[in-house]
């Protein structure tokens, strides 16, 4: 959500709706059981939001993201849901980002 519009309930009902259609639409119920994101581990303000929407840290990213020519470390969350749970592939959603995560400053940082 771009800065002037924050801090009134957008990205928090984005999120919810998210949530939502995940378990009410059958398809969806049946092959969606976690939502992943990732975050820069300095951004308190992102990370106190997903964790007041029930997200769980899931685990420590270093050098995950590049910013202006320096790395920065930054945490995986997870929301499970539809009968979803930690499996013994814990690793991969760490991974599957990479390809898709190109950033150019640290203000704006969005992966889908």
Same mark, same amino acid.
């Given at each position: 959500?771009?800065? =002037?519009?924050?801090? =009134? ?13 995940? #378990? #009410?639409?059958?398809?969806?119920? #049946? ?6 994101? @990732? ?8 990370? =106190?939001?997903?964790?007041?929407? @029930?997200? $769980?840290?899931? $685990?420590?990213?270093?050098?995950y993201y ?39 400053? $640290? @203000? ?5």
């Amino acid at each position: 959500v771009i800065k =002037r519009l924050r801090r =009134r309930g957008i990205a928090t009902l984005l999120i919810q709706n998210l949530i939502k259609n995940l #378990q #009410q639409i059958p398809s969806l119920q #049946q092959n969606c059981k976690a939502i992943y994101l @990732h975050v820069l581990m300095t951004n308190q303000l992102a990370i =106190r939001f997903y964790e007041k929407l @029930h997200f $769980k840290r899931f $685990k420590l990213l270093p050098f995950y993201y590049l910013i202006d020519n320096c790395t920065y470390d930054g945490y995986s969350y997870v929301y499970y849901l539809n009968g979803g749970h930690p499996s013994s592939w814990w690793w991969l959603p760490s991974f599957l980002p990479l390809s898709s995560v190109i950033v150019n400053t $640290k @203000h704006h940082l969005l992966t889908i």
